[in-house]
């Protein structure tokens, strides 16, 4: 079952592709002194991402920040009737629910606490690492840019659902 769950479908593959093109990248982030995590876990076990597989993962790990592989969804939603079908297929599969309702758990909240784990977005995440780097390794960036970046409206393609309820679940 569960054990061999990551040799099944194309997860060995995915995880082989991955792990080749961390190492390629991490080389490129680290000559631009951008962070990056030290351990990344779900990929074996995408679509089966439970509670037990998350602190199991995190338990394994010994220390340093860690990003962790879910693909929670809410479908199907009328804003993406227009999306192709493999698109709402995986949307609407069991596994987006069960990966929602594991990150929405109580028992995970409480594991993170009890073992000391803090949770961020990504987003968050970089403004620290950015935040870490001496003055003299940030690039200035002019305000005019700044100010198109708040100001312009990015859209993604037609298969993507802006701002869904699934995205804020994850996000909390």
Known sequence: GKRLQPLTNSNVLKHLLLNHF???NER????Y???????????SYTANMTLDTIQAGLRAVPCGRVEVLLHP???PDARDAHNPVPI???VEARQRAVELQTLRLPELRAFLEQE???TMSYSS???????????EARPEVPEATH???RDAEVRGPVWISQAQPDSRAFAE
Not at 125 to 135: I, L, S, T
């Open 73 to 75: 969804a809410i479908g």
């Open 22 to 24: 961390a190492r390629v």
């Open 88 to 90: 709402r297929r995986y």
């Open 125 to 135: 995440w970089a403004q620290v690492q950015h935040d870490r780097r001496p003055q």
């Open 147 to 149: 100010e198109i970046c």
């Open 116 to 118: 000391g784990w803090e």
């Open 33 to 43: 002194g951008i962070g990056t995590v030290d351990y990344f876990i779900g990929v």
């Open 28 to 31: 490129s982030a680290r000559r």
